[in-house]
């Protein structure tokens, strides 16, 4: 995970400021995602609108498109670990099973959460970042309706639903959302749109004209190192020389994380 968060920087990706330890754990310092993450709030608000999900799922597509263009697989993308800022911009979290993918290298290894496992992950052996889009087919699934896709009493029944039943879009009332999910929830992952092909469905082209264009994020903005915030570290008295070694290394330590409390 830490090698992960280390080496990504997205606006829709949770931020890593700095690490430390002590003798027996590990801790990392993150960015603050004040809203919580998006299971709390469906339990708080019930069956997302239209309108929350179409602005949740952009930013979504947005991360996974970038962490494709990384070469990252999640493979535990759920409600749980996509936070939300104070303004309800959506942050992927929680990279621990994350994986780096090569080419003609299948993963045999199943991991992420039994409700939101795409058949190929619970077949043990896939390639490519189509489980991602199953999980978000699944994510969007419980935002329309509270419902997951598939139920049953057991993990192994679960797993047998998954692999065996179709989900039960009759509780997506919006027709073309309803398509949308459908093609995300595909058993062949070959199948299974990608992020561009998303963002051309019906429901979200449609959506796109209707809400408005999200203001960009301060972090969307400009560097976290402009000038301006070097001098503010340079005023708390944090000598230069520190402060370049931790831009030039991108090193996650206190100066890193300081930066992001001024």
């Not at 993963?107 to 077949?123: F, Q």
Request: net charge neutral.
């Amino acid at each position: 995970e830490v090698r992960i968060l280390s080496q990504v920087s997205h606006p829709n990706v949770v931020k890593l400021y700095e690490i430390f330890e002590n003798s027996k754990f590990y801790f990392f310092a993150t960015e603050l995602a004040e809203r919580g993450d998006l299971m709390g709030l469906l339990r708080a608000q019930g069956p997302f609108s239209s309108a929350q999900i179409f602005h949740v799922l952009r930013d979504i597509l947005s991360a996974l498109r970038y962490l494709r263009e990384q070469g990252v697989l999640h493979r535990d993308l759920k409600l749980d670990n996509v936070l939300l800022t104070p303004d309800y911009r959506a942050k992927i979290c929680d990279f621990g099973v994350a994986e780096r993918l090569r080419s003609n290298f299948p993963l045999r290894e199943k991991c992420g959460t039994p409700a939101y496992l795409a058949p190929e992950i619970i077949k043990k052996i896939y390639n490519g970042f189509a489980s991602d889009f199953w999980a978000l087919g699944v994510c969007l699934f419980i935002l329309t309706t509270g419902l997951p896709p598939f139920s049953a009493r057991s993990i192994e029944a679960l797993e047998n639903a998954i692999l065996t039943q179709e989900p039960k879009l009759h509780h997506v009332h919006d027709p073309k959302l309803r398509h949308l999910i459908a093609s995300l929830l595909a058993k062949n992952p070959e199948a299974r749109p990608n992020a561009d092909e998303v963002e051309a469905s019906e429901w979200f082209v449609e959506m796109s004209r209707l809400c408005p264009k999200d203001e960009p994020s301060q972090e969307e903005k400009g560097s976290p190192f402009a000038s301006e915030n070097i001098e503010k570290l340079e005023r708390l008295g944090i000598p230069k020389l520190a402060i370049k070694h931790t831009i030039e290394q991108n090193a996650f330590n206190h100066i890193r994380a300081t930066l992001h409390l001024c």
